[in-house]
C-alpha cells in the first residue's frame, strides 16, 4: 500500500507536523517551499521580499472521519510594483479561512440539503454557510 502525499493537496507547501485531537480534528502545520518565492497577490510576480508572516488557521474539507484544520504561515512581502502586499496562495481565496476545495464541497453540499444539515456535518457555524450560499447563489443566477 502506497502512503498518501498529504502535500498534493497543498501546492508550494510541505505538511512539517501533525497532530490529532480527541474532538476528531486533524491539525496539519505546513510550510512554504524554500525553493518557490512567494508570488503577489495583485500582479502574480515573484516577490522574495518577505515582510513578515503570520500564522493562519485554515479549515480544509474533511479527510475521511476526520476535520483537518491547517496551521499556515501567510507572509507579507513587499513587491517592487505593488509595494507590500500579502502573498497569493492559488488554493485559499484572499482573506479566507476556507480552502477553495471546502468552499466548492459545501457549496455543492447546500444545493442538496439544508442549510442546519450542512452546518450540523461540518461543522462551520450557519452565516458562513448562508453567506456561501449567497455568493453561490449570485454566481448563478445574477443579482
Known sequence: MHPIDLAAFWPGYDVVAGSHSAENTLTL??????????????CHQPSPLVHDR???????????????????PVRRVDCLTCGRVTEHIPWLAPASRLTRRLCAWIESLLQLLPISHVSRLTGLHWHTLKALDKRRLQAAFGT
Open 29 to 42: 502545520t505546513l510550510e512554504p517551499r524554500a525553493s518557490e518565492p512567494p508570488c503577489c497577490d495583485r
Open 54 to 72: 503570520r500564522i493562519r488557521l485554515i479549515r480544509d474539507r474533511d479527510l475521511l472521519d476526520l476535520r483537518v484544520q491547517l496551521h499556515l
